[in-house]
Structure formats: structure tokens, C-alpha cells
């Protein structure tokens, strides 16, 4: 039973192209997030949503869209793909917006190539 | 603005060792600390999460303890084991500008125990 999955886990894309990844978590936890893991292995994030709610935007250019359907899907949007954007995206979810008391658990990633 | 460093980049010992892997973070307006592991291709799996309040916490074979006046955190291996070999990440939750939280994490160390 897989706690936060993505699909999918690889993606290849030319330059120009809009793709889509999909996150879901089945924790029944409130807050979910999306990171960026660049070629140096550099992880940080880009957006926070707490019951579908934007609460984090980390100054991520304009072409990348998160929607949060429900409570258990984020999902990441990027118009008018770019050579950086080729990285590794990591999903997470956590209970709630804690204080600290809890974890956050991450997906598997997914590996955009930007060709 | 929160900064995360990881000494050293990269520790290889061989199997049953003992080690020590360290983070400093520039702020010391924290949540948590937390240490990760992540598995080449894989996600982020969460070692030990550390609260503000506690000096630290113990897992199996890992104490992670944290100093927040000083902003230092060492995680504790002992008798390391050719399946520890992963990178370990370090990662602060931090309070954001507009009174959010947000995990900010450090490079890594990439560690590899040789049997």
C-alpha cells in the first residue's frame, strides 16, 4: 500500500511542451507539497497546500500551476517546459500544519529530462 | 534566510564503524529538526525527527541530537552496516514570511559503508 505515490515516475519531454505529474497520498493528511531536486541534489520546496488551500508559493515561475483537486491529489502543472526544468520532483503530504510535531512522507519522485 | 549545511559531502567507512554526520543551520527560529535517508532513485524515508524542546532522539542504532542555540545537529551511527549506504539528508522546519512552516534541507552527506 503505497502511502504517496506519482505518476509518472519518468518523463521526456522536448522544450515548449506542457506536462502534467500527479501526486496522491492515501494518509488521509491535510497539508501535501511538491519539491525540486536539482542535478547537484539540492531539494527545495516550491509549493505547500493545506486542505486545498495554497499556503507556500516559493517563488516558482508562473509557468508551474499546482491544483489540488481534493485533499488527497496535488498536482503539478508546467506550461512551456525549459532545459532547467529537468530535475527530480518529489511530492510529500503531513497531518497538518503541525508546529513541528509531525513528518512529512515523500513519494518516489518523478525524473523530468527537458530535451 | 535559513541555511542548511552538511559536513562532509561524502564518508566512506567500512563495515561496523561507528560515525557521526553533521548539520548547522543559520537560524535558530525552528520547528524540528529532521534526518532523512534517501535511496539512489528512491525517496525520502524519515530517520528521526527531533523537536525545538528535545536535545534527542534515538532509533535503533541512530541518535540524532540537536543544539539549537549553537544551530548544530549530529546523527549518530553506530556499527554501521553495508545497507546504511544511502545519502543522508538534514532538514529544519522553518517559519516562513508569512507565518507558515516549511522544511529547508541540506545537500547531504552520501554515505558508503564497505563490507
Known amino acids: 500500500d503505497t502511502a504517496v505515490s506519482q505518476t509518472p515516475k519518468y518523463l521526456v519531454t522536448q522544450m515548449g511542451n506542457d506536462k502534467s505529474i500527479k501526486c496522491e497520498q492515501n494518509l488521509g493528511h491535510d497539508t501535501m507539497y511538491w519539491y525540486k531536486q536539482d542535478s547537484k541534489k539540492f531539494l527545495k520546496i516550491m509549493f505547500s497546500y493545506n486542505n486545498k488551500e495554497l499556503i507556500i508559493n516559493e517563488t516558482v515561475p508562473n509557468r508551474f500551476s499546482p491544483k489540488s483537486p481534493d485533499k488527497a491529489h496535488l498536482n503539478l502543472h508546467i506550461n512551456s517546459l525549459e532545459l532547467g526544468d529537468s530535475a527530480v520532483y518529489f511530492c510529500?503530504?503531513?497531518?497538518?500544519?503541525?508546529?513541528?510535531?509531525?513528518?512529512?512522507?515523500f513519494g518516489p519522485g518523478t525524473r523530468l529530462t527537458v530535451l | 534566510k535559513q541555511e542548511v549545511t552538511q559536513i562532509p559531502a561524502a564518508l566512506s567507512v567500512p563495515e561496523g564503524e561507528n560515525l557521526v554526520l553533521n548539520c548547522s543551520f543559520t537560524?535558530?527560529?525552528?520547528?524540528?529538526l529532521q534526518w532523512f535517508r534517501q535511496d539512489p532513485g528512491k525517496g525520502l524515508t524519515s530517520l528521526l525527527l527531533?523537536?525545538?524542546?528535545?536535545r534527542e532522539q534515538t532509533s535503533g542504532r541512530l541518535n540524532a541530537s540537536l543544539d539549537k542555540s549553537s544551530g548544530r545537529s549530529t546523527l549518530y551511527i553506530a556499527a554501521s552496516q553495508p545497507g546504511d549506504s544511502a545519502t543522508y539528508l538534514c532538514a529544519v522546519l522553518s517559519i516562513t514570511q508569512g507565518g507558515s512552516e516549511k522544511l529547508v534541507f541540506g545537500k547531504g552527506t552520501k554515505l558508503t559503508v564497505n563490507p
Open positions: 527531533i523537536q525545538s524542546s528535545q
Open positions: 537560524d535558530s527560529a525552528i520547528y524540528n
Open positions: 510529500a503530504s503531513s497531518q497538518r500544519i503541525s508546529g513541528g510535531t509531525d513528518t512529512q512522507y
